[in-house]
């Protein structure tokens, strides 16, 4: 009787622990598919997708009565991102293409360059409601450093209607983004500190990097509270982040800076590229400078020998004719002739002078050879190996942090498949063990069950 | 035992990640008021400047006064509601014990406020209407008490390269209006302004406030004289847009605060009522010879004969001193002349 309670308890607590083990498995599992439901969803989402299921609105088709939805605005400033990016970059190809000047084309690159990469980076920034601030914020400062100081004018002299054109558009639109969200008197409030920002910040040329946050005024809270505690179209958008799925907003944030990283990474060779040639063109120019300097000096230089010729000439029959004097004094007046004396003969130092031009026509040449040189097409070749082989050293490393990204993906995927794979394993390790228990409590029941009727 | 020594090492990897992501602690200042104590060496309030006679000089200097608490709740109209908030930074600063909240509302919402008790002070860019004053008065048995803080003037600007030399009230009121009260033809092209050669055929653009905004009120008033604005009238959000409007289109013409004057734009002058042209300078702000020109206001809950008294009257009086108008004059506003706020102390001390 007590080797079959002992049986029991045994077969209890064999079962016990394998239903745990049956539990933990679940769990394991349950956790592990959410995982890779979360990486998949998050992989697969695009920024061209409504996150909420909602349908796109146009907007013009917004009805101003209507707060806009979180995903909508969302969409929208990505939308707008992507817009102001492209129009810049027309507006600044078109200022480089076939322009000679290339401190307009360097300005023109570096503008696009600086804009482009602030504005993807608010775009990818978690607040939707964060990010229209600052697309608004970055978007009307740089239109008013270019277009309301007249940088525009001082940059690209004749060329610079479409400059304007782009920046003021751009503008105009994330004003009409932001008066979507936003009451009039807080744009009001809005436009006044941009300007009360820009006037005590006149020097600064680069604004691209400056956010909402930097505008927080002492009003007893900061505007960007005010904005947003107002009660204004937007007031539940601020806790967007409790109704949404974070990480698939992470997710689509990633992938849409990776999608655009690329783009950015050329934007950034080519400025660099755009500064080697400037760099070279500045030395160029340098060494033609000191060049023009030296046949200067050169030419005066030889203009002096050639005064100075016949001017020792005449000195020397001068002397010629005081030394024949001064012989026939000799031949008069022997007795007074001093010993190892040699007399002065301007002879020797009109040679010497002679030696000087013929010295500096040479150099002259020389100077010449290097300066038709640094104006032939050799060193054009030169300059073009130099930007070639930069060119190419920002495309290795472009490839580089692209395989580096991309083999951070093959590793994540690795990973989760390995990780799927011992699951699979797991799990038919424990239907194995199941099975297995099942046949040792059938078994031992029989053996019991015979024992018992034993 | 494993259970506490897993919870121990999720402890530590709570306190390693929130020790990474916290603010530095040198320097203890964010970006947001590294901006602001930039802002405050471009904005020092000098109690004496020694680089010439300024209209502002002649004024007494503020008295601090000791023991200063409180609140003050000041709701109103944008633009005189962002020099408020300039002011509050330095008053804040002065009586670290009174706290003030500022907020910017459209028009109608501060003479509601004051109406109701829920603002101490309700700035304005234009008086309060008849309406207003009547439910004031009906309700509280007196009339709000208006206090000037400073002189603004709407400056007529058109785009650097346009040619035109001065314009009329007439003319303004043909380019802006539909219905032309002022009794002058529609000008919807250059040429009929004037103007000659490649501006002749250009079409005149309009920029502007909205109808909310007291700057489009104003115009209303007393350039269309009540009359209808063109439905052309590209309405912006605030000033700076309507400059940079103007600065990017080269047929365009715009109103706004002379604040919002840049670059790539020219404020044209305007015929006074003596028929000559004044530009919108402080002189002919002050003096009114410039047509356009006009107070900022703050409207006060003040019983006659009976002071104001708690922080609300020391921020008008600081606002009404020399250090007060110098900060109006640092911020783009035109100080008041030495009278104009000789008065309004005069009326807070009634």
């Known amino acids: ?454 | 035992m494993t259970r506490l020594l897993i919870m121990a090492a999720i402890s530590l990897v709570c306190a390693v990640v929130i020790g990474c992501s916290a603010p530095p602690v040198s320097g203890g200042r964010s970006a947001s008021e590294q901006i602001i104590s930039k802002t405050d060496t471009v904005l020092p309030v000098a109690v004496s400047d020694v680089n010439g006679k300024r209209i502002f000089d002649a004024l007494p200097p503020y008295e601090l006064t000791t023991g200063l608490t409180g609140k003050i709740i000041s709701i109103g109209e944008s633009t005189t509601t962002n020099l408020v908030a300039r002011i509050a930074t330095e008053f804040r600063r002065m009586y670290p014990d009174v706290a003030i909240q500022v907020t910017s509302s459209p028009m109608s919402i501060g003479p509601a406020a004051l109406l109701d008790g829920r603002a101490d002070l309700v700035p304005m860019s234009r008086p309060l209407t008849p309406e207003h004053l009547q439910s004031f008065t009906r309700k509280y048995g007196y009339p709000p008490t208006e206090i000037k803080v400073a002189a603004d003037a709407l400056a007529i600007y058109v785009e650097k390269g346009n040619p035109v030399t001065g314009l009329t009230l007439g003319q303004l009121d043909g380019i802006f209006s539909q219905t032309q009260r002022r009794g002058g033809s529609s000008i919807e092209t250059w040429d009929q302004a004037g103007l000659t050669a490649e501006w002749a055929d250009r079409r005149i653009t309009l920029y502007g406030y909205g109808p909310d905004d007291g700057a489009h009120q104003i115009f209303q008033q007393q350039v269309l004289e009540g009359g209808a604005f063109r439905l052309s009238l590209r309405v912006e959000g605030g000033g700076s847009s309507i400059a940079q409007g103007v600065a990017a289109d080269p047929g365009a013409i715009g109103f706004a605060s002379i604040f919002f004057t840049c670059k790539r734009v020219r404020v044209v002058p305007i015929a006074g009522y003596d028929g000559r042209f004044y530009a919108p300078t402080e002189e002919n702000v002050r003096s009114r010879k410039y047509p356009l020109s006009r107070f900022l206001y703050i409207y006060v809950n003040k019983p006659p004969r009976q002071p104001l008294g708690g922080p609300a009257e020391e921020f008008l009086l600081f606002l009404l001193s020399r250090e007060g108008q110098q900060i109006v004059a640092d911020g783009g506003n035109i100080p008041l002349d030495v009278a104009t706020a000789e008065q309004g102390r005069r009326t807070l001390a009634d």
């Open chain 1, 1 to 454: 009787m007590g080797k079959v309670k002992k049986l029991k308890t045994a077969i209890t607590i064999e079962m016990t622990q394998a239903v745990r083990l049956y539990l933990r498995t679940c769990q394991v599992s349950l956790v592990l598919g959410i995982c890779i439901a979360l990486f998949v969803c998050g992989g697969c989402a695009t920024p061209t997708k409504n996150p909420a299921k909602e349908e796109p609105r146009q907007i013009s088709e917004t009805d101003s009565n209507q707060p806009i939805r979180p995903a909508e605005l969302d969409e929208l400033t990505r939308a707008f991102a992507d817009r102001y990016v492209g129009l810049l970059y027309s507006a600044c190809d078109a200022l480089k293409k076939d322009n000679p000047d290339p401190v307009q084309r360097r300005e023109a690159q570096v503008l696009m360059v600086d804009c482009a990469t602030n504005i993807y980076d608010i775009a990818s920034n978690a607040d939707a409601f964060t990010r229209m601030l600052d697309l608004v914020v970055v978007t009307t400062l740089v239109s008013q450093v270019w277009i309301d100081d007249d940088r525009v004018s001082e940059v690209f002299a004749g060329r610079e209607e479409l400059l304007i054109q782009a920046l003021h558009h751009g503008r105009v639109e994330a004003w009409a983004l932001a008066a979507q969200v936003l009451r009039p008197d807080q744009i009001d409030l809005l436009d006044y500190l941009l300007w009360d920002w820009r006037r005590h910040n006149p020097d600064m040329s680069r604004v691209s990097f400056v956010r909402f946050s930097n505008f927080a005024i002492g009003r007893g809270k900061s505007a960007n509270a005010e904005v947003l505690a107002a009660g204004g179209f937007y007031a539940n958008v601020g806790r967007q982040g409790q109704a949404i799925d974070e990480a698939r907003l992470l997710a689509e944030r990633m992938f849409y800076m990776l999608k655009r990283e690329p783009t950015l990474l050329r934007w950034q060779v080519d400025t660099l590229k755009e500064d080697i040639c400037n760099a070279l063109d500045d030395r160029i120019k340098q060494a033609d400078a000191t060049v023009t300097n030296m046949r200067a000096v050169v030419s005066e230089a030889n203009g002096l020998v050639t005064s100075i010729g016949p001017t020792s000439k005449s000195l020397n029959e001068m002397l010629k004719t005081a030394d024949d004097l001064v012989a026939r004094y000799d031949t008069w007046n022997r007795w007074s002739i001093a010993q190892g004396s040699r007399p002065f003969d301007i002879r020797e130092y009109t040679e010497a002078v002679k030696e000087l031009s013929v010295v500096a026509e040479k150099m002259n040449d020389v100077l010449k050879s290097s300066n038709e040189l640094l104006g032939s097409s050799e060193w054009d070749r030169r300059i073009q190996q130099v930007s070639q082989s930069a060119d190419e050293r920002m495309k290795i490393a472009a490839e580089q942090s692209q395989r580096v990204v991309h083999d951070a993906f093959w590793r994540v995927y690795v990973a989760i498949g390995i990780l799927f794979a011992m699951f699979i394993l797991f799990m038919v390790a424990v239907f194995l063990i199941i099975r297995q228990l099942r046949i040792v409590t059938v078994n031992a029941g029989d053996a019991a069950r015979k024992e018992v009727s034993k």
